[in-house]
C-alpha cells in the first residue's frame, strides 16, 4: 500500500515538477547566457568602460520598473483568470510602455549627464546615453511583455522560449559585437545592444500577432494598481543599485567594475527563486479567489522549496567564487570576495518572495507595495550610509539586514491576513 501512495503522490506532483524544470531551466540558461555576455563585455571594454557601464546600468535596472507602471501585473493576473481580457490588457501595457518610456528616457538622459559630471570619472555622449536607456527600458519592457502574456495564457513552453531566446540573443550580439567586429568603447556597444533589442523585440511581436490584435485604450481602473506593483520593484531596484550608484561617486572605475559583475552574478543567483515563483503567482491567484487561507498550505510548501533552493545556491556559488576571475578576467581582482560576502543573500530572498507573492496574487498590491516600500526605502538609505561611511563591509552588513527585515515582516503581516480570513470564512458558514 506504501508503494501504491508513493506513486499516487509522484503522480500529483509530477506537473508541477515538471513545470518547475522546464521554469528554472529556461532561466538557468537566460542566467548563463547573461553571465557569458557580462564576461565578454567584461574583458573587451575593460575595468573603466566596464565600470561606466554597470553605472548606466544600475540607472536602467531601476527605469525598467518604473516604465508602463506595473501594467505588467494586471496583463499576469486577470488574463489568468479572464483569458478574454487578453486584448484590452496588452493595449493598455503598450500604451503604458510609449508615454512612460518616452519620459524615462528623457529624463534618464539628463539625470545621467549631471551624475557623471559629479563624479570623477570620464563623461559619457548624451547620443550613447539615450541609445542605452531605450534599449534596456523601452525595448526590454516591449520583450518582458511577450513573456507575461504567454504566462498569464498559461502558455509556460512558450513564455520559457521567449527568457531564453531573448538572453541567448543578447550573448550572440555580444559576442559578434566583441568578439568579431573588435567594439571596445561604450559609445559602440550602446549602438550594437540597441539594435539587438529592437529585432528581438520585433520578434516578439511577431510571436504574439496570432493571439490578437490590442486594444489600445488605458484602463484607468489599473492604473492604482499597477502603480502599487511597480512601486514595490522600482524601490527594490533603487535599494539593489544605490550602492553602485553611491560607490561610483568615489571608488575608482575598477572596484565598480568588480562589484557590479558581483552584483549582476548575484542577480542571476535568483533564477531558482524566480523560476518557482513565476510559476506559483498564477497558482495563488487562482487559490486565494474564494479567501486567502485557503492558499497557505500551498504557500508553505513553496516556501520549505525557496529556502532549499536558496541554501543550494549560496554554497555553490561560496565554492565556485574563486575561479570567477579567470572568466571575467584576471584585472577584476575582487569580484570572488564579493560574491562570497553577497552569497547568503539568496536564502533571505527566498524566505520573503513567497509571501509577498501570496501578497500579490490575492490583490493585496496595497500591504505588499507598504511592506516592500517601506523597507525599500528605509533600506536604501541604510544601504547608502553604510556604503559612505564603511563600504564594503558596512554595504553587505546593511544588505543583510534589509533582507532579513523584509523576511520578517512579511510573513508576520501574511500570517495575520491568514486568521482573518479564516475567521471571516467561519463566520459566514454560522450565518
Known sequence: MSGIAANERLQRIRPALVGYLMSSGALASAAFSQLVTFAILARALGPIEFGLFVQISAVTAIAVQLCALGASDCLLRRVSREPGSYAALLGHNLCLIAVTGAMLVSGGALALSAWFRIGSGPSVGTGTLVLLLFGNVVLVRVILLAETA???LGRFHQANRAVVGFALARMAVAALACLVFRVSTLADWALWQCAGNLLYALLGAVWLRPLGRPRLAILREELMPG???ASQFAMRAIRANVDLLVIGLFAPLTTIGSYGVARRIMDASYLAIDALNRLLYP???RASRDGLHHALPLTKQALAAALALGVATCLALFLLAPELPALFGRQYQDLSFFVRC????IVLVGAWAVAVDLLGACGRQDIRAWILNGANLLGSVLIAGATWLAAPIGT????????????????????R???RSRAQAEASRVL
Do not use: D, K, P, Q
Open 150 to 152: 504567454f504566462l498569464g
Open 227 to 229: 502603480l502599487l506593483f
Open 283 to 285: 497558482r495563488l491567484a
Open 342 to 345: 553577497l552569497s547568503g543573500m
Open 396 to 415: 553587505f552588513i546593511a544588505l543583510y539586514l534589509v533582507e532579513g527585515a523584509i523576511a520578517g515582516i512579511a510573513w508576520i503581516v501574511l500570517l
Open 417 to 419: 491576513l491568514v486568521r
